[in-house]
Every structure is written in structure tokens, then in C-alpha cells.
């Protein structure tokens, strides 16, 4: 399953294949058309709640991945289909954060892998 991630703010590339902006909100500052993005799933991105706890708190990362993937757990369908695009081919994760170890895309890398 090649997942990859990268920063929406990253240059795209041929290489990047399907690209998925997996964010809730949309990237300051970022015009759709430099985003160049096939789509933009919010359905896969941490509930709002969730995201506002977490606050790119280090501390908190692991108890982040937990209640994350607990919410992934209960919306199947969108990882299902994440999941069947990159059996086809390289998808791209994409996300908006500075931190680029600790961030949801990281973390839904990590689920989709584990679950292969």
C-alpha cells in the first residue's frame, strides 16, 4: 500500500499520484488551484474536539492516535476507500501542519498500515 505524506504546501509532483488533503480546515494562505488536489476528505480528518485537545501538544500524541483512531474505527467507509485507492496506487496524504511527525495524517498513515 504505498501511502506517502506530504505538507500541501510542498510543491506537487508526478510522483505524489492521488492526492488527499486529509485536513478539517483548509490551509491558510493555500489557493485551491496551487493545492492541486484530487480531493479533499474532512471525513477522515480528527473531529474538531479532538484536534482542539490535542493542540500539537507533544505530550499528548499518543492519547491523540488513541482517540483518533477510535473515530476512524467508526467511519469505516471513508478508510475503506482511502485503503482501495492506494491497492491501485501511491496516494498522498496531505496536510497542513508544521510538525511533520506528529501530526493526523501521520497518525491515519499509521492506521491504514496497521490494518492492511
Not at 506530504?6 to 478539517?24: C, E, N, Q, T
Not at 499518543?62 to 467508526?74: P, R
Not at 482501495?84 to 506528529?102: H, M, N, S
Amino acid at each position: 500500500m504505498p501511502l506517502r505524506l506530504k505538507r500541501v504546501y510542498d510543491p506537487p509532483s508526478p510522483a505524489d499520484g492521488l492526492r488527499i488533503l486529509v485536513d478539517r480546515l483548509w490551509p491558510r494562505g493555500m489557493k485551491k488551484e496551487a493545492a492541486a488536489l484530487d480531493r479533499w476528505d474532512r471525513d477522515v480528518a480528527p473531529s474538531e474536539a479532538l484536534r482542539k485537545e490535542f493542540g500539537h501538544d507533544h505530550s499528548r500524541w499518543e492519547e491523540f492516535k488513541a482517540g483518533y483512531f477510535a473515530e476512524l474505527d467508526a467511519n469505516s467507509e471513508a478508510v475503506r476507500r482511502i485503503a482501495g485507492e492506494a491497492k491501485k496506487g501511491t496516494v498522498t496524504l496531505l496536510f497542513a501542519a508544521r510538525d511533520v511527525e506528529r501530526n493526523n495524517a501521520v497518525a491515519l498513515q499509521e492506521y491504514l498500515e496497521r490494518r492492511r
